[in-house]
Nanobody, 125 residues
Framework: QVQLVESGGGLVQPGGSLRVSCEVSGFTLDYHVIGWFRQRPGKEREGVACINSMDDSTLYADSVKGRFTISRDNAKNTVYLQMNSLKPEDAAVYYC??????????????????WGRGTQVTVSS
């Protein structure tokens, strides 16, 4: 059974850092694309970053380039999103998702097959 479980969300001050994790089960990371998405109140879910575990290639949304870093630990079957220089507008529920069929690098949410339940990130002083 495929599962993705996010953790590590919380409250952080503007300018601070936070790392969220996505532990997957039911498949291995080695051959798939994992993406991070976020949904702010009243907004559509948007792609933040994704990583291809076959070659470590990454893709970022323009809004987070240079501040967020996606990485993976295949031994732990976990994908991380390191978020630095956080802004109030980064506050959202963060979701990870797996694209298990085609290996396509994309930030389009409809291309992803499996989703976690999300973890809340709050950026506030």
């Amino acid at each position: 059974q495929v599962q993705l479980v996010e953790s590590g969300g919380g409250l952080v001050q503007p300018g601070g850092s936070l790392r969220v994790s996505c532990e997957v089960s039911g498949f291995t990371l080695d051959y798939h694309v994992i993406g991070w998405f976020r949904q702010r109140p009243g907004k559509e879910r948007e792609g933040v970053a994704c990583i291809n575990s076959m070659d470590d290639s990454t893709l970022y949304a323009d809004s987070v380039k240079g501040r967020f870093t996606i990485s993976r630990d295949n031994a732990k079957n976990t994908v991380y999103l390191q978020m630095n220089s956080l802004k109030p507008e980064d506050a959202a529920v963060y979701y990870c998702a797996g694209e298990l069929l085609t290996g396509t690098m994309t930030l389009e949410r409809w291309k992803y097959d499996y989703w976690g339940r999300g973890t809340q990130v709050t950026v506030s002083s």
